[in-house]
């Protein structure tokens, strides 16, 4: 696709639930980042994945949080046991293999609400 | 550990006045830094990086190293300029960036 597509937009649940937000990269990025964008917070690091590398995931804010990336493209950013606290909006961004230029390519990101 | 600091959430000056969006950065190494741009409805983009020394739809920004900061300004603001920007941080070697908390950025008429 010509940019990076996240699903679903909007997504409402319940405190206690799961949840699964997914993230499709742009075509030939091998680099993926999840952020997480918050009123006061501003924009968090969670995690990033580099090819078939080890993910860095020192930005994943409990052992709630999970991530994946299957065959170097679509990632999953799993959150367990949600709280009202993970209310947020979930970015996913890619770049080029090395990130150069400083450019990240964003999504429209995905607004989670736990209720 | 490094850390970007936008010290105002909020920031409203009228049309046809400077704007100055301020930035500071804690890393002693060298830095490379940028703004990043998310206007209403839009996704998150990058405007501009210090190392171009660049200016960006009149955006212009400085890196001073002795004070640490990146301040982001514009000699004349404009309607179509109200956003929320970004500050960000990559650090030596790194792969990821580190962003500050924003500034919203609103232009009166």
């Keep these: 696709g010509a940019g990076v597509s996240q699903s679903p937009s909007n997504k409402v649940t319940e405190k206690g639930k799961d949840v699964e937000l997914r993230c499709d990269p742009i075509s030939g990025h091998t680099a993926l980042y999840w952020y997480r964008q918050s009123l006061g917070q501003g924009l968090e690091f ?6 078939n590398s080890a ?22 950013l799993t959150i367990q046991r949600t709280q009202q606290e993970d209310s947020a909006v979930y970015l996913c961004a890619s770049s080029p ?15 989670l609400t736990v209720l | 550990a490094q850390r970007v600091t936008q010290p105002e959430k909020l ?31 839009q996704r998150l983009q990058l405007l501009l990086r210090h190392i171009s020394r660049e ?50 950025l609103t232009i009166n008429p």
Aim: aromatic fraction near 16%; glycine fraction near 12%; charged fraction near 20%.
């Design chain 2, 11 to 41: 920031l409203s000056v009228f049309k046809g006045a400077p704007v100055e969006l301020k930035c500071n950065y804690s890393y002693s190494g060298s830095p490379e830094l940028f703004w990043y741009v998310q206007y209403s409805r």
């Design chain 1, 46 to 51: 969670l995690i990033y994945f580099q090819g």
């Design chain 1, 55 to 76: 993910p860095d995931k020192s930005g994943l804010p409990s052992d709630r949080f999970s991530a994946e990336r299957t065959g170097g493209s679509v990632s999953t």
């Design chain 1, 97 to 111: 293999r090395v990130l150069k230029t400083g450019e990240l390519f964003f999504g429209e990101g995905s607004r």
């Design chain 2, 55 to 104: 200016s960006i739809k009149g955006f212009t920004a400085d890196l001073n190293k002795g004070e640490t900061s990146f301040h982001l300004k514009k000699p004349f603001a404009q309607e179509e300029d109200s956003a929320m920007y970004y500050c960000a941080l990559q650090f030596q070697g790194a792969q990821k960036l580190v962003f500050g908390q924003g500034t919203r």
